[in-house]
């Protein structure tokens, strides 16, 4: 895992997470959250939706942002202190996301770091966009 500081970081840096979803994660998921809505899990139901079958929670797609903050950038001992999230399309079970998080703006008298946040799926269209608010380690943290 990397471990940046703020001084380390420059606008236009960037980092990415891929992830293949599948069946047995949204089930996971929704047993670890208690968020068993039936339009992510049973696919007789999903069939009546607009979607007409099951998708992936879109906070189960967003946690991927925690993946590349916590690991990779700003990476060991940052804060993750705000997220919005604006879901564009939904994500199919199989789809593979790829979560991209682009450093916008430093604002070294709070110790802070803002993030561009996009995910696009394996035919490039854009799935989900947001902003992150991280605070990076003051000091290089090592494992």
């Known amino acids: 895992m990397k471990s940046l500081t703020l001084q380390e970081m420059k606008i236009g840096d960037e980092a990415t997470f891929v992830k293949t979803f599948t069946e047995a994660m949204v089930k996971e ?3 670890l959250t208690g ?6 899990i049973d696919p007789e139901y999903a069939a009546s939706t ?19 903050f916590g690991c990779t950038l ?42 561009s946040c996009e995910s696009v799926n394996q035919h490039q269209e854009v799935v989900m966009v947001g902003e992150a608010e991280i605070m990076p380690p003051k000091a290089r943290v090592s494992e």
């Open 50 to 68: 607009p979607f007409q079958r099951p998708i992936v929670h879109g906070m189960l797609v967003g946690a991927m942002y925690s993946t590349i």
């Open 74 to 115: 700003p990476g060991l001992g940052s804060i993750y202190t705000k997220q919005s999230l604006k879901f564009i399309k939904p994500v199919f079970l199989g789809d593979t996301i790829t979560a991209k998080v682009c450093v916008t703006l430093l604002i070294p008298e709070k110790n802070r770091v803002i993030f």
């Open 35 to 40: 968020d068993a809505n039936p339009a992510h």
């Open 29 to 31: 998921y929704a047993q």
